[in-house]
């Protein structure tokens, strides 16, 4: 259940595909802080008791906090790592502190495109997926088995 929760937090700033706004306000350490105060005030199960101290008092508001804004803050991050060819380019990441888009200047992970009646649109967008799942599953492995220990 805690995984699961801190997936959906990670993929949820893509919603903003629904109206249009994608790499907007959504993807920023605002909505970040907005969602994981929410989180934080309705205890949401993102921490066991085996994350730290034993028994319930190891699930601080505080730490469900930073564990679903660090949560959300890896997807505007991760995107901001990778080709964007629609502007504006980057991700809004500071928001409400900043409208400006960020994007780095170095790409480690390739654009998902959306464009479904092009011939290429498969092959790229299984070789994108298939790059990112090479690059961060063995993190993601490292993470779970650093846990386990």
Not at 40 to 51: D, G, H, K, M, N
Not at 72 to 95: I, K, N, Y
Request: hydrophobic share 55%; with cysteine; charged share 20%.
């Amino acid at each position: 259940m805690q995984a699961a929760t801190l997936v959906a937090v990670g993929v949820a700033p893509d919603l903003d595909l629904l109206w249009g706004r994608h790499s907007a306000e959504t993807h920023s350490i605002g909505a970040a802080a907005i969602v994981a105060s929410i989180a934080a005030w309705r205890r949401w199960p993102v921490l066991s008791e085996r994350s730290g101290v034993e028994g319930p008092a190891a699930v601080t508001p505080w730490r469900i906090w930073l564990a679903i804004f660090l949560a959300w803050c890896s997807h505007p991050l991760l995107d901001a790592l990778g080709r964007d060819g629609t502007p504006p380019l980057g991700v809004m990441a500071f928001w409400p502190l900043s409208n400006d888009y960020v994007l780095f200047p170095f790409r480690i992970f390739e654009a998902i495109t959306r464009r479904y009646w092009e011939d290429e649109f498969v092959r790229h967008n299984v070789m994108a997926i298939a790059k990112e799942v090479a690059l961060l599953a063995p993190i993601a492995a490292g993470v779970f088995l650093a846990r386990r220990r």
